[in-house]
Nanobody
Framework: EVHLVESGGGSVQTGGSLTLSCAASGPAYKRNYMGWFRQAPGKEREGVAVRDRGGSTRYADSVKGRFTISKDNAKNTLYLQMNSLKPEDSAMYYC??????????????????WGQGTQVTVSS
């Protein structure tokens, strides 16, 4: 079974930076791609960034140029470096892993495993 544990959330001011971490465990073949999602109150869960095992990445238009997804294979940890944060980036951020989806999916239905989430709050 795959387990995902996020950390690194917090409160920052507009323009600030945060780095989220996601410690993963379980069979690697079940984690062919891993991504970050976010959900603000009253809104649908949104795919933010995804990375496959080969290192290819894809980003939502809203975060391109500001967020970077990366992975430390030795530590089995996925990261999301977030720069130039805006109030609209405030949300619960979730790490997710998937096995058999399309190429670099940003849709939540393509993911099989989810972490509990970490809160990010950006104040103006």
């Amino acid at each position: 079974e795959v387990h995902l544990v996020e950390s690194g959330g917090g409160s920052v001011q507009t323009g600030g930076s945060l780095t989220l971490s996601c410690a993963a465990s379980g069979p690697a073949y079940k984690r062919n791609y891993m991504g970050w999602f976010r959900q603000a109150p009253g809104k649908e869960r949104e795919g933010v960034a995804v990375r496959d095992r080969g290192g290819s990445t894809r980003y939502a238009d809203s975060v391109k140029g500001r967020f970077t997804i990366s992975k430390d294979n030795a530590k089995n940890t996925l990261y999301l470096q977030m720069n130039s944060l805006k109030p609209e980036d405030s949300a619960m951020y979730y790490c997710a892993a998937g096995t058999d989806g399309s190429w670099l999916p940003l849709a939540s239905y393509s993911y099989n495993y989810w972490g509990q989430g970490t809160q990010v709050t950006v104040s103006s």
